[in-house]
């Protein structure tokens, strides 16, 4: 299979023009960030801002002129905001809000490996039970697993000329940057452009009346964090640890990621917290037990409930058939209902409380 390179991706560019003043986007200097890796290539169309919308038709023809080249296997382009208006953009987000969500709850972790995006599906299921009108963000564009789990796959469907419509499963509606790059492909893009690529997935997705928004976060403390920290008004964290001394240590920094701009950590989900073996039924402390609760009451935070080592939670995970949606009476399923339930709860509390406004990030 033909190899596509770099200049052919551009010279395939150059022969798409901006409609409204004429010439090349990249003539007029509209490509940035252009990455070819084994046939997948990504780069970012730079648009003024107000004109976002309007250029949506533009990035489509952008991806279909690169996608028509002999060894590409798939394309992703992203629209960007434009250098020129960067520098006097203000640090405080221009939309605090999202219209018609009421709630946003953040599911994060300070290392990889620990469960996060099975606990925020069966999160986000667990409160679309008890009532809520529950979408489900999977802001992790490195690495997007939702579509996988929640059982969806595809490129989502245009709502309007302005925005994506959200796919739906199990009664959750579901965005994902997975929908829109080929499982296999690696997004190999630098900050500026993954939080270019999270605010489109926030604001240019018509999720339609929600009570709650659950953003499954990539773990650790970067761009993608602080974006969602500064930008979007977070109702509150969930902080996701295995048992381990390890895992422990890089959840305090998320913990401490959260209180440093200002958004409340809800509690602390111990995951893995410990085997059940199925043939004897004897209990195995794989990763240790009881760490993420100590840790909890050592940081003033509420420990919302552990999570065993069970194989038909990483089954159903894994075959796009939640067990919170397909086993409800099952007691793992249990388990995430009860933390949902403790959620749902500081969730009203919160907006009892007064809507909060998104911070601007404050480093010491």
Not at 194 to 211: I, T
Not at 228 to 246: E, F, H, K
Not at 349 to 362: F, K, N, T
Request: hydrophobic share 45%.
């Amino acid at each position: 299979m033909a190899r596509v390179t770099e200049r052919e991706v551009m010279d395939a560019l150059g022969a798409v023009a901006d409609p409204d003043r004429g010439r090349s986007v990249v003539a007029l200097g509209m490509i940035s960030g252009v990455v070819v890796r084994d046939g997948n290539v990504g780069f970012a169309l730079e648009v003024d801002p107000k004109d976002a919308a309007r250029k949506e038709g533009l990035r489509r023809a952008c991806e279909q002129a690169v996608a028509a080249l002999p060894g590409v296997l798939s394309v992703t382009a992203v629209l960007t905001a434009h250098r020129g208006t960067q520098a006097a953009a203000p640090t405080a987000p221009a939309k605090p809000g999202l219209p018609g969500i009421a709630s946003i709850v953040a599911v994060a972790s300070g290392k990889g490996g620990v469960g996060k995006s099975t606990t925020a599906v069966n999160l986000a299921l667990g409160l679309a039970a008890l009532g809520r009108r529950v979408g489900l963000l999977d802001a992790d564009v490195y690495g997007p697993s939702i579509p996988r789990m929640m059982g969806l796959a595809g490129r989502p469907a245009m709502h309007d000329e302005r925005s994506l419509a959200p796919k739906e499963n199990y009664g959750v509606k579901v965005m994902s940057m997975g929908f829109l790059v080929g499982e296999d492909t690696p997004m190999v893009w630098r900050g500026p452009m993954v939080v270019q690529a999270l605010e489109q997935l926030f604001n240019q997705v018509a999720w339609g009346e929600l009570d709650v928004l659950v953003c499954d976060l990539p773990p650790g403390t970067g761009d993608t964090q602080l974006t969602m920290s500064q930008r979007v008004p977070l109702t509150g964290a969930v902080i996701v640890s295995t048992p381990q001394d390890i895992a422990l240590i890089d959840a305090r920094k998320g913990l401490n990621m959260f209180r440093k701009v200002d958004v409340p950590v809800f509690g602390i989900v111990e995951n893995m917290s410990y085997f059940l073996c199925p043939s004897c039924g004897t209990r195995s402390d794989i990763f240790g037990h009881g760490g993420a609760r100590a840790t909890a009451a050592e940081l003033g935070v509420d420990f919302l409930g552990e999570v065993p080592l069970h194989m038909a939670i990483r089954e159903t995970s894994d075959g796009g058939r939640p067990i919170v949606a397909t086993d409800p009476a099952s007691p793992h399923a249990a388990a995430y209902r009860d933390i949902a339930g403790q959620v749902a709860a500081k969730i009203d509390a919160a907006l009892g409380a007064g809507a909060r406004q998104a911070p601007s990030i404050v480093v010491q």
